[in-house]
């Protein structure tokens, strides 16, 4: 078994910043990708950042220069910074990794959620 449990998200005025937290445990035998989704109500989920074990980045257009993604892989953990938010930013974020379990098995493993509300 895998679990993802984040945290961070916030209630945030326009223009604030957040730092989101994903930290992943259990069977682990190795982490390849990381990321990041957002599901904004009566949308579909979307990624916002990913990060690869080699520390390459790729992030949505509408958070390119807002948000950096970052990980420790000592700590199996995997970070959102987020800055200059906009109430379209507003969702709630997901944490996705896809792991390698001790049984060598490779799968795609989701956290449950953290709410993150922009005002403006």
């Known amino acids: 078994q895998v679990q993802l449990v984040e945290s961070g998200g916030d209630l945030v005025q326009a223009g604030g910043s957040l730092r989101l937290s994903c930290v992943a445990s259990?069977?682990?035998?190795?982490?390849?990708?990381m990321g990041w989704y957002r599901q904004a109500p009566g949308k579909q989920r979307e990624l916002v950042a990913g990060?690869?074990?080699?520390?390459?980045?790729n992030y949505a257009d509408s958070v390119k220069g807002r948000f950096t993604i970052s990980r420790n892989n000592a700590k199996n953990t995997v970070y959102l910074e987020m800055n200059s938010l906009k109430p379209e930013d507003t969702a709630v974020y997901y944490c996705?990794?896809?792991?390698?379990?001790?049984?060598?098995?490779?799968?795609?493993?989701w956290g449950k959620g953290t709410l993150v509300t922009v005002s403006s």
């Open positions: 996705k990794i896809v792991a390698v379990t001790t049984a060598r098995v490779t799968n795609d493993y």
């Open positions: 990060i690869t074990t080699g520390g390459s980045t």
């Open positions: 259990g069977s682990i035998f190795s982490i390849n990708a």
